[in-house]
Every structure is written in C-alpha cells, then in structure tokens.
C-alpha cells in the first residue's frame, strides 16, 4: 500500500508536494511571528500608550486565549467541511484583525484585536497541523513534523531582528502592516492549494455533532494524558515570550537591538532541536527520551535561579537548554499524540493545540505577575513545570492505560 504522502502530495496541482510542505511551514510560522515580530516594541507600547506590563502583556494572552478558542472551534469544523474553507476564512480573519491592530488608538482596541486576529491565526494552525496527519503517516510524519518545526523555526529567529529594524524606521504599527501582508500571501496559497481531506473521511453529521467529536476524542485517556503533559512544556517557554523583553531590555540594560540578536541566538540553537531528534532520536528508546529531555529543562530552570542574573550571556545559556529541549520533544509528543486517535484529525489537531496554547497563557499569566526579579520566577517556573512533566510522565507510563507506540 502506498504511503500516505504520496496518494496526497500527487493530488497538489498547483503546490505540488515541496510547494505543500512550504505552505505548512508557512501556516506554522504564524504564531511566533504574531508574537515575537512585536517583541522588541512591548516596552515602547508602555511609554506609547500610558499601560503598565502587565497590561501591554495582554496583547499577547489576549491572542493566545483566542488562539485557544480558534482552534477549539476550527479543529471539529475542518472535519466536516474541509481544510481549505478553514485555512481561507482563517487567513481573511488574520489579514483584517491585522490591519485593526496596525491602527489602534489605544492599547484597549488593540487587545480586542489581537484577540480576532487569534481566531483567525487558531483555523490556520489547526488546519495545518491536520493536513500533516491527512498527507504522512508513520516515520515519515515523524520526520515531516520535525522538519516542519525547524523550518518554521526560523521565524522566531529573525522575527525580533525584524521587528526591531521596523523600530528604526516607524513604530510598532509597521510590525502588524508586515503581519497582514504575511497573511494575504497564505490567503493566496490557500487558493492554489487542493484540499488533502478525502471526500469519505469527512464527518456525515451535522455541525453540532462535528463539536460533539470534542468530547469524544477528549474523554480518550490514551490522548488527553500525554497532551497534557508534553503541554506543561509550554509553561516556561511562553512565560520567557513574555518577559524576554523585561529582562533583556529592563534588567540588564540591553538596547531594543540588543535584544532582538539574545532572543535570535535562543532561536537559532533551537532550530537544531529538531534535526538531532530526525538524525539521532528516531529511534531512541521513547520512555526515556522524554523524561531526557523534562530533567534538562529543569535543570535549566535551576541554572536561571542560581545564576541567570549574572549576565544576560549567562542567562542565555539556560534559556537554550530549556528551547532545545523543547524544540526536541514536540515533534516527538505531537507523534505520540497522533497515534491515540484514529480519524477525528482536525478535532484532534484542535485540542492538542488547544491545550498546548492555554498552558502557554498560563505560563505568561504566570510569568507577567510582578514578583520582584524576573530572572528568578522564570527560573522557578520552568523548574517547577519540568518536575511536574517528570513527575506526571512517569506515573502515565506505570498506569494500565493504553498508549501506541509507547506501551509496547
């Protein structure tokens, strides 16, 4: 039987299958650039708009919940009705919110429309995570996820090098100008692209029982546990999203430029997370790999907390255990977490993003409540979920609950 990829990758008449995988590359940049193209501007938002942190911060948690609730909602409506009409609605969403952001009178409509442009942002997210699973199969995901993950990977790379450019000739407006432009060249790939979910795998029901297939795939222990513990990942590396800027620019004195190449470097050294994992930890024993990858996480954390405010270069150094690790395990746990649920792949895409992205707002939550050094609670943060994930990990692998791939 042929694979996957190539019944689907063949179908693509004006794509072709480099130009599919370069569209889902594309779909899956659109969270770190709405994030981190901005970066560099946050502390300038505060002095612009008279808002405190904490409430400048709100662009990004607001994003982030309704990036949530995107994904929730596309997830089960791409299984009825197709990629395609998703990803489309999705990148018209994206492109107005983005203009409405760019010409926000003050930080209060900027908030609201951050959280459109997070719905639109969560149907293209978790279309493309669909169209993965509907085109590859097996190793081959395996592999496509990790490659995917570094390629896209670039976009947190240069993002912030981007964004603070754009600071040298106009302000942080230019940066969401660039974000709708972003969009209307996906909404153009959207066009060209042939839809890879089979007319026979659609959901015969209606809209109503295509929601109801979130209660199905979600009461399934052998889904919900793993996602939510390779979610609690998401704690600390989006509570250093949100206070990168803080500790760089505020804490240790460093120009908004400055910044943008220790937040480049941290995304540089990650984009290698993936590539090790296809070059060498294909097949390394599953069980260990993870709790791996959770005990360097932590011991980051403790490298944050005991000397982390010594030096940015220093502090640098920790946050890179914590990205690397992070950028190993999820083509890894998405994989695992694919392989617990057979059809309902949009509403499975949906609730693994869903639940990686409110743990993310729990992490910036977290993250952005004044405790004195932020050096320090970000230290404690990521130690304290990476224990957890050991903790949580372990007690899933002794329980009689199922789990492909893992269990056997």
């Not at 596309?74 to 009825?80: E, L, M, N, R």
């Not at 998703?86 to 409509?109: D, F, R, T």
């Not at 639109?120 to 097996?138: M, N, P, Q």
């Not at 959901?203 to 889904?223: D, E, H, I, P």
Request: aromatic share 14%.
């Amino acid at each position: 039987m042929p694979k996957a990829s190539q019944l689907q990758a063949v179908k693509q008449k004006f794509l072709g299958r480099s130009g599919l995988i370069a569209f889902i590359v594309l779909m899956d940049m659109f969270v770190p650039l709405s994030i981190d193209l901005y970066l560099p501007a946050l502390p300038g938002l505060n002095a612009y708009f008279g808002s405190s942190p904490s409430l400048t911060n709100m662009t990004l948690s607001a994003f982030f919940f309704f990036y949530a609730v995107g994904i929730l909602l596309w997830g089960p409506v791409s299984d009825k009705y197709g990629r395609r009409p998703v990803i489309l609605a999705g990148s018209l969403i994206y492109i107005i919110s983005s203009v409405c952001c760019s010409l926000a009178p003050n930080i209060y409509v900027l908030i609201v429309a951050r959280a459109v442009q997070g719905i639109g942002g969560g149907g293209i997210v978790a279309a493309s995570f669909a169209i993965i699973k509907d085109c590859f199969a097996g190793k081959e995901r395996e592999t496509m996820l990790a490659i995917t993950q570094a390629i896209s990977g670039i976009a947190p790379m240069l993002a912030p090098v981007i964004g603070s450019w754009i600071l040298k000739f106009t302000d942080w407006r230019g940066s969401f100008w660039l974000l709708a432009f972003i969009g209307a060249m996906n909404l153009l790939l959207t066009i060209l692209y042939t839809e890879t979910l089979k007319a026979e795998e659609k959901y015969q029901g209606n809209l109503v029982g295509a929601f109801g297939r979130l209660y199905a795939v979600g009461k399934n222990k052998s889904f919900l546990i793993p996602t939510i513990i390779f979610a609690l990942s998401q704690l600390p590396f989006m509570g250093y999203l949100a206070l990168s800027s803080y500790i760089y620019v505020d804490f240790f004195g460093l120009s908004e430029q400055a910044y943008s190449y220790f937040f480049a470097a941290n995304s540089f050294i990650a984009l290698f997370g993936p590539i090790i994992y296809v070059r060498f930890l294909l097949n390394f024993n599953k069980k260990a790999l993870a709790t791996i990858c959770f005990a360097l996480a932590a011991a980051s954390g403790v490298l944050m907390v005991v000397l982390g405010t010594l030096s940015p270069f220093i502090f640098l150094v920790a946050v890179v255990f914590m990205s690397i690790t992070g950028a190993i395990l999820r083509p890894y746990g998405i994989n695992v977490i694919f392989d617990q649920q057979q059809g309902d792949t949009g509403t499975a895409s949906s609730l693994f993003n869903t639940f990686f992205t409110l743990f993310g707002i729990l992490g910036m939550t977290i993250a952005s409540v004044p405790m004195g050094n932020f050096v320090l609670s970000l230290g404690a943060l990521t130690t304290l979920a990476s224990v957890l994930s050991i903790a949580a990990w372990h007690t899933f692998l002794k329980s009689d609950i199922p789990c492909a791939g893992i269990k056997e």
